[in-house]
């Protein structure tokens, strides 16, 4: 048992051995791979979205690349056919020359991608991009005028809402009926009254305006004190000079 054993692995030594001697040292020379329609290493693709590489190599030789495209060479020459897809801009690919008895030679291209649908989508997305940056733009410049229009509105509200205030107590008949009402408070002889009515119209001027009031028991010259008071407040405020009296 042991005799054949060693035998066994003696065998699977000199089968290893030989296989290296085969395909390791060749004849010392390395494939050749040269390409023909490139500059610079780069290229890009037809309008359908793929580009036909061209050169020579060893005769007989396979050309291959790093992502499954392969070929046999005619002769010298080869042509291998390289695609990208419709989202890649660009890819790189290692190219390789293989031949039995040579050393492997490699070497690396760059493919662009200017396919129809590509260049389609690229510009889709640029207009879409474009349109979404407007749009932006828009909403921005809108938010920042009712920001800008927000505090004015509400300055011009709180001007509106304190001139109509004041002009309730300095214009027109409630300005007068205000003023009368003021001052006849202030008139000590009428000690019970009923609020001043004022009856005429807003729109002319000088105006013309009746100004009643009634007082509960009072005499007439207490009624007269109370009517002289509320000329006093008509003369000592602003209305005075629109009023005939």
């Not at 809108?142 to 505090?151: T, Y």
């Not at 105006?207 to 006093?232: H, P, Q, R, W």
Request: with cysteine; proline share 2%.
């Amino acid at each position: 048992m042991e005799v054949k054993v060693i035998v066994a692995l003696t065998l699977a030594i000199l089968l290893l051995t030989g296989c290296g001697q085969s395909y390791g040292k060749s004849n010392g020379k390395k494939t050749t791979l040269e390409f023909s329609n490139l500059k610079n290493k780069e290229a890009s693709t037809n309008r359908k979205g793929y580009f036909v590489l061209k050169g020579e190599t060893t005769p007989g030789s396979k050309i291959e690349t790093d992502q499954g495209q392969s070929t046999i060479a005619k002769g010298k020459t080869f042509k291998l056919r390289l695609s990208l897809p419709t989202h890649k801009k660009w890819d790189s690919f290692q190219v390789s020359a293989i031949h039995k008895g040579f050393k492997t030679n490699y070497d690396f291209i760059e493919l662009n991608n200017h396919s129809t649908e590509y260049l389609n989508g690229l510009k889709a997305k640029k207009k879409a991009a474009a349109k979404a940056s407007v749009k932006e733009a828009a909403e921005s410049s809108k938010e920042d005028r009712k920001k800008e229009a927000a505090p004015a509105s509400s300055e011009v509200a709180s001007s509106s809402q304190k001139s109509v205030n004041e002009n309730s107590h300095t214009h027109g008949l409630s300005g007068l009926k205000y003023q009368a009402d003021k001052y006849l408070k202030k008139d000590n002889s009428v000690a019970f009254y009923h609020p001043v009515k004022v009856l005429g119209y807003d729109d002319t001027k000088p105006y013309v305006a009746n100004i009643e009031f009634k007082a509960n028991n009072e005499s007439k010259a207490t009624m007269k004190d109370g009517a002289v008071s509320i000329l006093e407040g008509v003369k000592k405020s602003r209305l005075q000079r629109f009023f005939k009296y």
